[in-house]
């Protein structure tokens, strides 16, 4: 009999076996060496799971993807695996959490156990690991499989984060640069037309797409270098408030913010932090950007901190997330939109912050308060993770 559970689920039964158990079932399954070898005979990393989605036994694959041995596997569910950030957040664990309401290899477990049919589902899972938060994109497949008698599901994954990457390159990056791009083609054809006045003013304009490009490729640049940690930030004293200032001012004639407002709270105290004021201007940038896309005209976006033990920077807008967005909101390749998506600013600012900057990036989204996004940075980042 499985352990049982009293604790609330959100999504999946939240029962399970011991590990004892699930080894006896490990045993069982060696008697058929058919699906030992059907398993090792996968092209993927696949894994026979139980109907409590515990892993029973897994090919050398899945083994190696994880950086485990296949023992280790043994009565572990897909999320605990893979160390999905939600996996514990209720007793029960993997399947029983709010996110795994969202989460593909959930639902595709969920219907291949409750109908016994085959389902192919794109996963995104946002990781904890040693060296800082991480983004993994699967493509699973579950299929029903019975041995001896007994109900199983095969689960095979293809890991297809440089695929989904490239998507993201190509749907958000070059789709922005390229605007930019376009818009200063624009102005220069037209320049040899205008008048001294005219000239003068568009100059300003100009400057200012320039430097929408340059940032761009910058952002780009570094969070390819971050997801690689190879990204050397370089810390220095810095001011809270004339950075934020110089952030809000920098976005206040953004296109973005057109037809919207920007206020910035006067801080307790001008607070000095160690930190890197460009990784840090971009992650209060990317905010702050969100923030506004997400505001409806005649709408505000407020920026204000606060300091205890620790520097707070809080971005809020009074725009509440859809649960859909709430629970994906961190996701690198999670899209709000068909064809674009601000998942990945939100992903990049809680990569640099948390991997790079040794702080925390959290948010809340409620119809009472908005939605608040607070950076949570230390007076002196530990030396160990100095550029």
């Not at 029983?96 to 593909?104: H, L, S």
């Not at 807008?317 to 967005?325: G, I, L, T, Y």
Request: aromatic share 6%; net charge negative.
């Amino acid at each position: 009999m499985p352990h049982r559970q009293t604790q609330t689920t959100h999504f999946d039964i939240p029962e399970r076996l011991t590990r004892e158990m699930v080894a006896a079932e490990r045993d069982a399954v060696a008697t058929q060496p058919l699906v030992a070898l059907m398993l090792d005979g996968f092209p993927e990393p696949a894994m026979l799971v139980n109907r409590y989605r515990q892993v029973v036994v897994a090919n050398d694959k899945a083994a190696a993807l994880l950086g485990c041995t296949r023992d280790a596997l043994v009565g572990q569910r897909i999320g605990e695996a893979f160390s999905c950030e939600h996996a514990f957040e209720q007793p029960a664990g993997c399947g029983t959490t709010e996110a795994c309401v969202m989460c593909g290899a959930a639902r595709a477990l969920y219907r291949t156990v409750r109908d016994r049919v085959p389902v192919r589902n794109e996963c995104r899972i946002s990781r904890v690991t040693p060296e800082g938060p991480d983004a993994l994109d699967l493509r699973v497949w579950t299929t029903p499989l019975d041995v001896g008698g007994v109900p199983y599901t095969i689960v095979a994954v293809r890991d297809t984060t440089d695929e989904q990457r490239r998507k993201v390159l190509e749907r958000l990056f070059f789709h922005d640069v390229l605007n930019a791009a376009g818009s200063l083609q624009g102005l220069m054809e037209i320049w040899t037309d205008l008048g001294p006045e005219e000239a003068a003013e568009m100059s300003a304009r100009a400057a200012q797409i320039a430097g929408q490009v340059v940032e761009e490729i910058q952002a780009q640049r570094d969070l390819t270098a971050a997801e690689r940690g190879e990204l050397a930030p370089r810390r220095e004293p810095v001011r809270t408030a004339a950075l934020a200032t110089s952030i809000v001012d920098a976005y206040t004639h953004h296109p973005v913010a057109r037809d919207r407002s920007i206020l910035l709270r006067p801080c307790a105290t001008d607070h000095e932090v160690t930190t890197d004021p460009v990784l840090f201007r971009r992650v209060l940038g990317n905010l702050l950007k969100n923030g506004l896309e997400a505001s409806s005209p005649g709408e505000r976006v407020t920026i204000w901190c606060d300091h205890g033990e620790r520097l707070r920077i809080h971005v809020h807008n009074p725009a509440v997330m859809p649960d859909m967005v709430r629970l994906q909101v961190f996701q690198r390749s999670f899209s709000t939109k068909p064809g674009r998506g601000r998942g990945v600013g939100t992903y990049s600012a809680r990569l640099l912050v948390e991997k790079y900057l040794c702080g925390t990036l959290t948010f809340v989204s409620a119809p009472e308060t908005g939605t608040i996004f607070t950076i949570d940075l230390p007076d002196d980042p530990p030396a160990i993770l100095q550029g």
